[in-house]
Structure formats: structure tokens, C-alpha cells
């Protein structure tokens, strides 16, 4: 009997260490949040020096529909943008006039800002950071997994600049890879 115990002991043991590392928790939550999710999750390396507020899943989502990822960085009162990915969105943006695009990871990516068309007649990409917006891409998929649809957002009282938003985005990489 105590050799049929120590035998599956020792099973139970050699199997754990055949459990990837990201299932086990990570100290990196844009990784725990790729264990979840079909779609690639990207982890930005440029956060215009802001630093993560919160990076995790979101509660927007339906169930049975994978959660979207959302992170913040900066401050409430101060300079901030938030990220968000998922395939599908489990949410809407806010609407704005188109003022740049640019090319991240060889998709198009969009940039939008926020101006009020009642007192704003021409939108131009200044105006983001002045009234808020966002950048729109569809990154490529990693193995194994699915393209990603990512929005970068920056509104409040401290708005980062479209370029900044399209540096974030460049700088963007998948996680695990």
C-alpha cells in the first residue's frame, strides 16, 4: 500500500512539472491574460512613461464570450490612455473625426479624435490631445491563436498626442513571443 501511494505521489509530482508556467500565474498580467483567451494578447514596451494603473479583464463581455483585455496607465486626474483587445470587442468607443493613420505591424491603423463638431469645423491630429481620442489596428495573430483587434485610448484632463498613441502601438509585441 505504501508503495502504490509513493508510485502516484511521484506521478502527481512529474505531471506538475509538465504544467506551462503562465498556467501556474505569472508576475506579468498581459501574460496571465493570454492563458484565457484565443486571441494574441500584446504587451506595450513604450508607455509614454506612465506607469499600469490596472491590466486585467474586463466585465463588459456576455457570457460565454472571452474577455477583452484592458489596461490602464497614468492617472485619473493626470496624463493617461487605456488599451483594450479582444476578438470580438465586448464594447463600443467613442465616435470621432479620422486624422491620421499609420502603419503598425503592416496593418492600418486609424487615429481619431475626440472634437466636438458644433465648435471644432476642421479636426486635425493636435486635436487628440487637446480633446481626447483613440487609435483603432487589427494586429496580426500569434501561433496558434487569433488576429487581435486593439483600440488605444487617451480622454480627460490629460491626453497623450496621436503620435504618442501611434509610438504605444508600434511598440506593442505579443506576449509569450
Known amino acids: 500500500m505504501k508503495r ?3 508510485v502516484g505521489a511521484v506521478a ?4 506538475a512539472g509538465a504544467v506551462p508556467a503562465q498556467a501556474m500565474g ?5 501574460e496571465n491574460m493570454q492563458v ?7 504587451e506595450p514596451t513604450f508607455t509614454a512613461g506612465l506607469k499600469a494603473r490596472h491590466v486585467g479583464g474586463n466585465d463588459l463581455c456576455t457570457p460565454g464570450t472571452e474577455q477583452n483585455l484592458y489596461a490602464s496607465y497614468g492617472k485619473g486626474n493626470g496624463r493617461q490612455f487605456q488599451i483594450w483587445e479582444g476578438n470580438p470587442m465586448c464594447s463600443d468607443i467613442g465616435v470621432g473625426a479620422e486624422v491620421m493613420t499609420a502603419t503598425i505591424q503592416g496593418a492600418k491603423a ?13 479636426c486635425k491630429k493636435s486635436d ?3 480633446y481626447g481620442g483613440h487609435l483603432s489596428v487589427t494586429l ?10 486593439v483600440w488605444i485610448e487617451t480622454y480627460g484632463g490629460g491626453n497623450v498626442s496621436a503620435q504618442q498613441l501611434v509610438r504605444i502601438a ?8
Request: proline content about 8%; aromatic content about 10%.
Open 36 to 42: 484565457g483567451v484565443t486571441y494574441t494578447v500584446y
Open 110 to 122: 486609424t487615429v481619431y479624435a475626440y472634437c466636438d463638431p458644433e465648435t471644432v469645423t476642421n
Open 12 to 15: 502527481a509530482l512529474a505531471g
Open 4 to 6: 502504490l501511494l509513493l
Open 170 to 177: 508600434r511598440s506593442l509585441q505579443p506576449v509569450g513571443g
Open 140 to 149: 496580426p495573430a500569434g501561433a496558434n491563436l487569433r488576429p487581435t483587434q
Open 26 to 30: 505569472s508576475s506579468d498580467a498581459y
Open 128 to 130: 487628440v490631445q487637446k
